[in-house]
């Protein structure tokens, strides 16, 4: 017999400093990319949610905001639970595999996925109109309102998903971490 059980698994919210400075520059750039349907997801859970190509940790443009966030992963994460053993262990370096943009438009939703097999996943709320849906933790019921400038750094076997987006324009950059 299955057994569902909680688990204390980590999800933690941080206000990138430079947001203001910088969200012109990284919203033009998204904005400027081909989207198409780079999304790995089903198509009746991505509900036409346009998302950039994954490789954008390439992209010299969004490196602050990497940086940025791979201190915060190192600092509060890997070192705090480096006793978890399917966490990284402190001495190896930290990369980021995969990094995307994600725009929503009234109608989109993004069903229940998670980013195994990477180890950790950030969600960079970059252009969010008043009225956005939060970040949803279905097992949990766990929600993070979405705010602009906001990083979300959570372990990627949690479930998480995006409710019904009401307003246009909605858009994170989104990346996972591993070893």
């Known amino acids: 017999m299955v057994k569902l059980i909680s688990e204390k698994l980590a999800v933690a919210t941080y206000t990138y400093p430079f947001a203001e ?3 012109d520059i990284f919203y033009s750039y998204i ?3 081909p989207r198409g349907r780079f999304n790995p997801l089903p198509e009746e859970d991505q509900n036409n ?20 966030t791979t ?5 509060d994460f890997i070192t705090r639970y480096m006793s978890y ?15 995307w943009g994600v725009t929503y438009q ?6 229940p996925h998670t980013h195994s097999p990477a180890t950790y996943t950030f969600s960079y709320n ?11 933790f279905p097992n949990s019921g766990y929600r993070v309102k979405s705010k602009e400038g ?5 372990e990627s076997r949690l479930s998480h998903r995006v409710p019904l987006c009401k307003v246009n324009n909605r858009c994170v950059i989104a990346g996972s971490f591993g070893k």
């Open 21 to 23: 400075e910088k969200k």
């Open 31 to 33: 904005k400027s990319l």
């Open 49 to 68: 949610v346009l998302i950039t190509r994954r490789d954008l940790y390439k992209e010299e443009i969004l490196h602050p905001l990497l940086q940025w």
């Open 71 to 75: 201190q915060i992963l190192h600092i």
């Open 85 to 99: 053993d399917y966490q990284i262990d402190p001495s190896h370096e930290v990369k980021c595999n995969e990094m």
């Open 106 to 111: 009234k109608g989109n939703i993004l069903g």
């Open 126 to 136: 970059l252009n969010i109109p008043k009225n956005s849906p939060p970040l949803v």
């Open 150 to 154: 906001q990083l979300v750094i959570f």
